[in-house]
């Protein structure tokens, strides 16, 4: 016998009846971990709060797993293994919001170039809805049966993070309970209080690159005397341009864009390298190939049209793989969230994120440490911007995000209160949506 939606939802309220009374706890979380957000790889003082929280819930919880990822489980008896995936790494931007919680947070790079850091992309928000979500789960035992395994991943924003876990035995090995299902959610730009699903394609793939050009320094008054690398990297960014309008197929998602240029440190001096930093993005690992071949294609060609001494040198920095959410998984945590929710917060995505998420590495079988076969994954998204200013907002769904202060910006400020209660709720009715009832019904 398989419990309905309207079933699931219903125990998934009882627990939710407990929230009002925990949501001044999760606000002071989310207020402490915006104002003091950590770089990826450096999450040691969230990990910890994470830790110590987990544990205070009556989880078993480990440190540590791929740099300072933090796994806690608490098995309630027969059922399936839920696992509940939240990132907790900043980014390298001063922030500009005003909050009276504001990051004014500087820390150093691995290069060691100091850096102002904001949670710009929300993951303060995920880590304090897992903890918040977690707290109620654990208090109401006698709601569910199986075993949940609350995962608060580091390095998302560097794409290390998911792959460094699972390279050390986060779903093999016997470390921890193998899941049968992950959850994950992110929030989004739309009103708060709004919940998005998308079956299948949900996030595109992303590989980062670096590309060093080599040249011949000089005065800058005697140019002839050089091979200016400032001129090579300007022709190879115009170049780079043609890549998606003319050798990928139109009806395919592609995205080059040249975020990062760094050459020189006089007027007066023709510099002997140009340093760039581009992202792919695609809707396919066939597509990435095309896009990264291009690119080494064109990136050699400029170099020798214009005699650099030497090939340019060419990265490959981060990656990550589309997130192809599992149609079924979705359906399921979709019922249920459309019970809980009002039917106008419900609205589902028409397109897939051009952003990227390594969360994908929790739903594809994988080389070597990794687990075969794929896990099912869904992950959905859950909106910030305060309602005032989303319904002020004219246009449609895309024309309204775009009016809205982005993620990855100085200004992205969630509307704090609603959109943690939507988040945790979100988390309890998705958990509910997968977990055993009490008497083990599916």
């Not at 990062?260 to 597509?287: C, F, K, M, Q, Y």
């Not at 390594?358 to 994988?366: I, L, N, T």
């Not at 200013?389 to 449609?396: F, V």
């Not at 990855?408 to 209160?417: C, G, L, R």
Request: net charge negative; with cysteine; proline share 7%.
């Amino acid at each position: 016998m398989t419990e309905s939606p309207q079933q699931a939802a219903e125990r998934a309220r009882r627990v939710l009846g407990d929230l009002d009374a925990d949501l001044p706890a999760i606000d002071a979380l989310y207020r402490d971990l915006h104002a003091n957000p950590e770089l990826s790889g450096a999450e040691r003082r969230t990990s910890g709060i994470v830790a110590d929280r987990l544990a205070a819930a009556g989880l078993a919880v480990t440190g540590d797993v791929g740099g300072h990822g933090v796994v806690g489980v608490l098995a309630n008896g027969a059922g399936p293994v839920v696992a509940v995936r939240a990132d907790m790494d900043a980014l390298p931007i001063a922030e500009d919001t005003g909050l009276p919680y504001a990051s004014t947070v500087v820390a150093a790079r691995p290069d060691g170039r100091a850096v102002p850091v904001m949670h710009a992309c929300g993951h303060d928000l995920h880590t304090a809805c897992l903890v918040g979500a977690a707290d109620l789960l654990a208090r109401h035992r006698d709601a569910w049966s199986g075993t949940l395994v609350l995962i608060a991943q580091p390095a998302e924003e560097s794409m290390q993070g998911a792959k460094a876990m699972l390279a050390e035995g986060l779903f093999e090995g016997g470390r921890f309970p193998r899941p049968d299902v992950v959850l994950g959610q992110h929030c989004a730009v739309t009103r708060a209080g709004m919940v998005h699903h998308r079956p299948g394609l949900a996030y595109s793939a992303c590989r980062n690159l670096r590309v060093t050009i080599h040249g011949t320094g000089a005065h800058g008054a005697a140019p002839h005397w050089s091979v200016d690398p400032v001129v090579l990297a300007a022709q190879t960014i115009t170049m780079l341009q043609t890549v998606v309008s003319r050798e990928v197929d139109p009806d395919e998602m592609t995205v080059l864009t040249v975020g990062s240029v760094h050459a020189g440190t006089r007027p007066n001096i023709i510099p002997d390298r140009a340093v760039l930093e581009l992202t792919l993005r695609g809707n396919s690992e066939a597509v990435m190939d095309q896009e990264q071949a291009a690119v080494e294609r064109i990136v050699m060609a400029v170099a020798a049209a214009g005699r650099a001494p030497r090939d340019p040198d060419i990265e490959l920095l981060e990656q990550t793989l589309p997130v192809v959410n599992d149609g079924d998984l979705t359906a399921r945590v979709r019922a249920v969230h459309a019970e809980l929710f009002p039917e106008r917060d419900m609205v589902d995505l028409p397109w897939a994120n051009k952003g990227s998420e390594d969360f994908a590495y929790y739903g594809v079988p994988g080389p070597g440490r990794y687990r075969e076969p794929a896990v099912p994954v869904a992950m959905w998204f859950f909106g910030s911007t305060p309602a005032p200013r989303w319904d002020a907002a004219a246009g449609d769904l895309r024309q309204r995000v775009a009016a809205m202060p982005g993620q990855h910006t100085p200004f992205y400020a969630p509307d704090a209160a609603p959109t943690l209660r939507r988040g945790v709720e979100a988390l309890v009715g998705a958990a509910f949506a997968t977990l055993s009832t009490p008497d083990g019904t599916r």
